[in-house]
């Protein structure tokens, strides 16, 4: 029998406001939806550092550190945020998050959901995410950011920007060259998508949903195997 696994990237906008504060009503919605859910063999939940994690990393680069210690951080702060899930899955959750693939491996084997942070340097968590998938074979990977998935131009600052529905790997790789900072690959700067995350995902030629996981109406369709979700499928 094929297992069918799934990975859930969730970003670190969607645990905390603007202000810091926990969003303590989506995190609740969304272990309960994730608590609902016993057709899957393997849940792998990812979280990112969001604001928190941007904090941390803009006060020791000022310090001095370089950006292999600001990466660092990142990752223990990710897998701080990994706790909050943790704790609100209570049982339905493995109780300890994993910290590499190999402890990963083990952690599936109790059946139960697993929720990990950042993995290692110069790696955004939407990469750990697809590099899960990739391991586990899993045929769902979704990402849940605060957008409606990829957009011809940033959304946050253009009314006009228009949702792009389909798009094929080597589109991707042209939005990034074009669209997005030099320095997304400096620790912090992660956007919804980076470079290193898809040449993984041009490897392992998985499709990728990316959703605005602000409300979960969105993530129930999929999870419900509706075909008329809003978002932005990435595949080859």
């Known amino acids: 029998m094929i297992k069918k696994n799934i990975v859930i990237k969730i970003g670190g906008s969607l645990l905390f406001t603007e202000e810091r504060e926990i969003r303590s009503k989506f995190i609740s919605e969304f272990c309960n939806l994730i608590k609902d859910k016993n057709n899957f063999d393997v849940i792998v939940i990812v979280c990112g550092g969001g604001i928190l994690a941007r904090d941390y990393i803009n006060f ?9 210690f600001c990466d660092i ?17 209570n049982d339905y959750a493995y109780p300890k998050v994993p910290k590499s693939l190999e402890e990963l491996s083990i952690a599936t084997l109790f ?32 990402i849940l950011t605060d957008v409606a998935g990829i957009y011809d131009k940033d959304p946050k600052k253009y009314k006009d920007a228009s949702l792009i529905k389909n798009v094929s790997y080597d589109k991707m790789q042209e939005i990034l060259l074009t669209s997005f900072s030099k320095n997304q690959a400096a620790a912090g700067e992660y956007r919804i998508f980076d470079i290193v995350s898809l040449q993984i995902l041009k490897r392992s030629n998985i499709d990728v949903v990316i959703m605005n996981g602000t409300d979960l109406t969105e993530l129930k369709k999929y999870l419900n195997g509706q075909k008329d979700f809003n978002g932005t499928i990435i595949s080859k």
């Open 60 to 68: 020791v680069r000022k310090v001095g550190k370089n950006e292999a």
């Open 111 to 142: 059946k139960k959901v697993v929720v990990i942070g950042g993995l290692q340097p110069a790696q955004s968590t939407t990469s750990v995410a697809i590099e899960v998938a990739e391991y586990l074979n899993a045929k769902n990977l979704v």
């Open 73 to 89: 951080i990142g990752i223990k702060i990710s897998q701080i945020n990994s706790q909050i899930i943790l704790a609100c899955l």
